[in-house]
């Protein structure tokens, strides 16, 4: 009988568990490797978080300019315009779809409306005129415009209309409008079909970028997001995180643009030129 019992006792010596300083050594030895893994990996992971977020940020500015840049590349022959109002950047345009050549001749026309070979009148209210070549398409609420120099009496911005006359009608070859008399010729004998305005309104005090567009055509450029027109205006974000943006004309064909984006203490910067039509 007792084998037995001296083989229970082996058996239960044998099943016996960690001691406390060997609990304490793997914890060190546990902690020592996690620092080791921190030290080597944190940094490239924190490199690749970094990375990330300036190419995010570079992406969402260079796409904000580059939308910018095509919508002034279609605006109405010098419509574009920029001003700063309470820190925040405004650039407003109006639109142009497209276009064509109206029918003159050397007297500018006799205003009458009927018949064929219409002619635009420069020297007597006109409602008609022919049109030489493709018609432009047109929907309700456009406008047409007449050799737009920006200048006083040739302004797609005055208001009353100096230049431009609201879309009445079109059959295949003649367009109907509003009566006006047109200031003065286009070289080209071209005119513009154009919408309502749309502005780019950058804030870097909310840390904005948004586009307006629906509303309808004011002398003064809009320059103050909370009053009319462009409350009432639709709009989109365009970009957020901005800290900084301007707009310049530099010239009547050129237009400047820089925008910044900072987020978690790091900042991005790009710069833009759009060329703007000037040729009435």
């Not at 030895?29 to 893994?37: E, K």
């Not at 969402?60 to 001003?83: E, F, G, K």
Request: glycine residues 10%; hydrophobic residues 45%; charged residues 10%.
């Amino acid at each position: 009988m007792h084998p037995p019992r001296k083989m229970k006792s082996s058996l239960r010596s044998s099943q016996g568990g960690f001691t406390l300083a060997e609990m304490i050594m793997v914890m060190v030895i546990t902690a020592i490797i996690g620092g080791m893994v921190a030290l080597f990996i944190g940094g490239p992971v924190q490199g690749y978080v970094d990375s990330t977020r300036r190419a995010g940020m570079a992406g969402v500015a260079d796409t904000a300019l580059l939308r910018i840049t095509r919508d002034l590349r279609l605006a109405l022959p010098n419509s574009a315009r920029v001003t700063t109002s309470g820190g925040s950047a405004y650039l407003e345009f109006i639109p142009a779809k497209g276009g064509g050549r109206y029918r003159a001749d050397a007297a500018g026309g006799s205003g009458s409306c009927g018949g064929a070979g219409d002619e635009l009148s420069f020297v007597a209210a006109d409602t008609c005129f022919e049109v030489i070549g493709t018609m432009p398409a047109f929907v309700a609420g456009e406008e047409v415009a007449v050799h737009n120099t920006g200048a006083v009496g040739h302004s797609a911005y005055e208001v009353p209309a100096s230049n431009r006359a609201a879309w009445i009608s079109n059959t295949a070859a003649k367009v109907t409008v509003a009566s006006v008399t047109f200031p003065s010729p286009s070289p080209g004998n071209s005119f513009q079909v154009i919408s309502t305005p749309v502005s780019y309104v950058c804030d870097p005090a909310n840390g904005t970028l948004k586009r307006y567009w629906g509303y309808p055509i004011q002398a003064a450029q809009p320059a103050n997001v909370a009053a009319a027109p462009l409350v009432t205006a639709a709009s989109a974000l365009l970009a957020s995180h901005v800290s900084a943006c301007s707009f310049v004309r530099a010239r009547p064909g050129l237009v400047t643009m820089q925008l910044t984006l900072t987020e978690s203490g790091e900042s991005i910067s790009l710069y833009g030129a759009a060329h703007v039509s000037n040729v009435p």
